[in-house]
């Protein structure tokens, strides 16, 4: 009796775990045409930002006893931010996803000799 109890609990919970078969799921195949999220380079205007530069004069004194100091003024120039290239479009909105590039016919080559030399 003892044990009758025990196994009779075991296979009441085991009919109670039966599981009806999960129907075989339909695959739906669908044909998504390719989209350019880029802009071509014909559709933009390139713009260019001029350097942002800061113009200051040094001042050289020497001293040349018994006459005047001897001074020299020179005038300098320090770029602060370099020449950038921007491409816009008709919102002057600034584009940076182009789809093609320019390509320098004359720097291609130089590269092109180089990959050569290399191998």
Not at 16 to 22: F, K, S, Y
Not at 38 to 50: F, H, K, Y
Request: charged share 30%; aromatic share 4%; with cysteine.
């Amino acid at each position: 009796m003892r044990l009758v109890l025990p196994a009779l609990l075991a296979v009441t919970a085991l009919a109670a775990c039966n599981t009806i078969p999960d129907e075989p799921v339909q695959t739906v195949e669908i044909e998504a045409q390719p989209v350019d999220t880029c802009t071509p380079i014909s559709a933009l205007t390139r713009v260019v930002i001029p350097a942002k530069t800061e113009t200051y004069f040094a001042i050289t004194e020497i001293e040349n006893p018994p006459y005047e100091p001897i001074q020299r003024t020179e005038e300098m120039a320090r770029i602060i931010e370099p020449e950038r290239v921007i491409f816009v479009d008709s919102e002057e909105r600034e584009v940076t996803d182009i789809c093609d590039v320019e390509i320098d016919p004359d720097g291609m080559a130089e590269m092109e000799g180089a990959l050569e030399e290399e191998s």
